[in-house]
């Protein structure tokens, strides 16, 4: 399937409505009903982008962001029962917000898991 042939403004158009179909709880004769929509359109629709996007191909290593682990070295001594000692700690969107009484194999295996 050539893409130079696509309309990408009416590909995106017609997910949405699929996906407010789908928000709705409607079936989709109901739907097409109530939106003004033709059913067959809808129909042709839903199942050329859902072939489309079974199609897609994963994103290449190449492409991927690769964000490095940093390990995280914690004081033996370090007071955890201390609520002045509670941290957050934010990684890119990821937000680990350590509470006083969490021991430091816990908060390793955490990062640890993130990092994975």
């Given at each position: 399937?050539?893409?130079s042939?696509?309309?990408l403004?009416?590909e995106?158009y017609?997910?949405e409505i699929i996906?407010?179909q789908?928000?709705s709880?409607?079936?989709?004769?109901q739907f097409?009903?109530?939106?003004?929509?033709?059913?067959?359109?809808?129909?042709y629709?839903?199942?050329v982008?859902s072939?489309r996007y079974?199609?897609k191909?994963?994103?290449?290593?190449?492409d991927?962001?690769?964000i490095?682990?940093?390990p995280?070295?914690i004081?033996?001594?370090?007071?955890?029962?201390n609520?002045?000692?509670a941290?957050?700690?934010?990684?890119?969107k990821i937000?680990l917000?350590i509470?006083?009484?969490t021991d430091k194999?816990?908060?390793?295996?955490?990062l640890q898991?993130?990092?994975?």
């Amino acid at each position: 399937m050539a893409t130079s042939n696509r309309d990408l403004t009416k590909e995106k158009y017609w997910q949405e409505i699929i996906e407010r179909q789908k928000q709705s709880g409607k079936n989709q004769t109901q739907f097409c009903r109530d939106e003004g929509l033709a059913d067959d359109k809808f129909s042709y629709w839903k199942k050329v982008l859902s072939k489309r996007y079974k199609e897609k191909k994963p994103i290449p290593a190449s492409d991927k962001i690769t964000i490095p682990f940093v390990p995280l070295n914690i004081q033996d001594n370090f007071d955890f029962t201390n609520k002045q000692n509670a941290e957050q700690i934010e990684i890119c969107k990821i937000i680990l917000r350590i509470s006083a009484n969490t021991d430091k194999t816990t908060i390793a295996s955490i990062l640890q898991s993130l990092g994975a």
